[in-house]
């Protein structure tokens, strides 16, 4: 019994012993799972802190990187700062520099307009010396046609450079002497020519009346002169388009001592004591002339057109239009002779900002139609009228001359149209020129003789001292 309880006991034992050792293997199963797991967990956070090792490895090289790129934009700031410091005081340098110029550029302009009003005035000294009213001779060349027919020349002299002498046709005459400001043959060009006017063309930059005519019998090539060709060259082109372009050119030199300028034009013409305009859209258009206020100097031509000039080419145009118009015809002593006194009107218009300067000139260039004896020209019918009118405008012209010459007192200006149309030109208030063209044939001695006998009288005449035309300034 006792040895039966004892196996009992003992089985007992056993199985409690069974239990506690499935409980222990259960244990370490757990254990092992544990540890299983731990062990994944680990390779996990050891692979993640590799990775985070590689990461902030990777990081510190970047900041490495930009530390010393930040290293570099500090050298470049520093340089950058330094330079703006030098550029700041160039800055500085120029600004004092640039207003240091703009008070010479004050003193520079002063000094410009002071020498261009000295220039004027000394300018204006010298025109006066040489007299308000010239008279200038040419001889013109014999015409190809004239050559062929054998035209004799006439005996006509040059001993000085303002003297011409010519033998009359009679064998007892003596020798004739005419001493004008200038005497050109029959060689000299028409640049030749203008340099004897282009100071006085400059004048009406500087705010004079200026007054140029040619004067002279039939063919002696007054409207060449004043003209030039139909179709002009360089060579070849007249005193109205030359002076043009010294005006545009004493224009633009004018600009750099502040003024501006507005220029007009207009083209009349007088044809048997009428005035017409050579400029308007209807031919042989009548205008009317009368006196402005003021001196008695200033005359107004209504209804005339006249045109803005802005570049020495608009003139040619002009000059078309006005040769279109123009009352020209054949007679037997010029295939093409001008049958009408034309004069061309402009006007130049100054102002100056800086100086508060204004002034006005005026241009007139006056083609004189040529005088005919009816028994040469053999003219009839209406070229018989329209000499007529010539010749008796250019004897009123004659006897104003010798009222001036004599100086007695009444100018009978207002006894035809031409002498009314020159009263400015000719009653001081103008610097006047006269080309005086002659014809080189011998056949015409008495009319080129007689052509220098006007220039003399012409040239006796002392007018008073030509003034500014000064104008009201408005900004």
Not at 3 to 19: D, T, V, Y
């Amino acid at each position: 019994m006792a040895r039966l309880q004892g196996f009992e006991a003992a089985a007992i034992a056993a199985s409690a012993l069974q239990s506690e050792l499935e409980r222990a293997k259960e244990l370490q199963r757990t254990s092992d799972q544990r540890i299983d797991f731990l062990q994944a967990h680990s390779s996990k956070v050891s692979a993640k802190l590799q990775e985070e090792q590689r990461l902030s490895l990777q990081q510190r090289k970047t900041i490495c990187e930009w530390e010393a790129r930040w290293r570099e934009l500090e050298c470049v700031r520093d340089e950058l700062a330094a330079k703006v410091h030098q550029l700041e005081g160039r800055k500085r340098q120029l600004q004092a520099d640039l207003e240091s110029a703009r008070h010479r550029d004050v003193d520079l302009v002063d000094q410009l307009n002071k020498s261009e009003s000295v220039r004027r005035r000394l300018h204006e000294i010298v025109q006066d010396l040489k007299g308000n009213v010239r008279v200038v001779c040419r001889i013109r060349p014999l015409l190809p046609v004239e050559k062929q027919e054998g035209k004799a020349l006439a005996k006509m002299t040059i001993p000085a450079a303002n003297t011409i002498e010519i033998e009359p046709t009679k064998p007892t005459e003596k020798a004739l002497s005419f001493e004008f400001n200038a005497v050109f043959d029959s060689q000299a060009g028409q640049d030749v020519v203008f340099d004897e006017i282009s100071q006085l063309v400059q004048s009406v930059c500087d705010g004079f009346n200026v007054s140029i005519f040619a004067y002279g019998q039939t063919g002696s090539g007054k409207t060449h002169t004043m003209q030039g060709p139909e179709v002009p060259d360089v060579e070849t082109e007249g005193m109205i388009s030359r002076s043009i372009s010294q005006i545009f050119a004493s224009m633009h030199n004018l600009q750099m001592f502040g003024w501006k300028h507005e220029m007009t034009a207009m083209f009349l013409e007088i044809y048997n004591d009428n005035i017409r305009d050579l400029l308007a859209d209807k031919k042989a258009e009548q205008v009317q002339l009368r006196m402005g206020a003021g001196d008695g100097c200033d005359l107004v031509v209504s209804d005339a057109k006249t045109f803005t000039i802005e570049r020495p080419s608009d003139i040619f145009s002009l000059l078309a239009t006005a040769n279109r118009n123009r009352a020209v015809a054949e007679t037997k002593c010029n295939s093409r002779s001008s049958r009408s006194h034309s004069v061309f009107t402009l006007r130049l218009t100054s102002t100056n900002d800086r100086t508060d300067e204004s002034h006005q000139g005026t241009l007139n260039l006056i083609d004189l139609a040529g005088s005919e004896r009816l028994s040469s020209s053999e003219s009839a019918g209406d070229r018989q009228k329209e000499a007529i009118h010539i010749n008796t405008s250019l004897s009123m012209l004659a006897r104003v001359i010798r009222a001036l010459v004599e100086k007695g007192g009444h100018v009978p200006y207002r006894d035809c149209k031409l002498t009314q149309l020159l009263q400015p030109s000719l009653s001081g208030s103008s610097k006047t020129l006269m080309f005086l063209n002659t014809s080189p044939r011998a056949d015409h001695v008495v009319e080129t003789i007689n052509s220098l006998r006007f220039g003399a009288q012409i040239a006796q005449c002392h007018l008073g001292v030509a003034k500014r035309n000064r104008a009201k300034y408005d900004k």
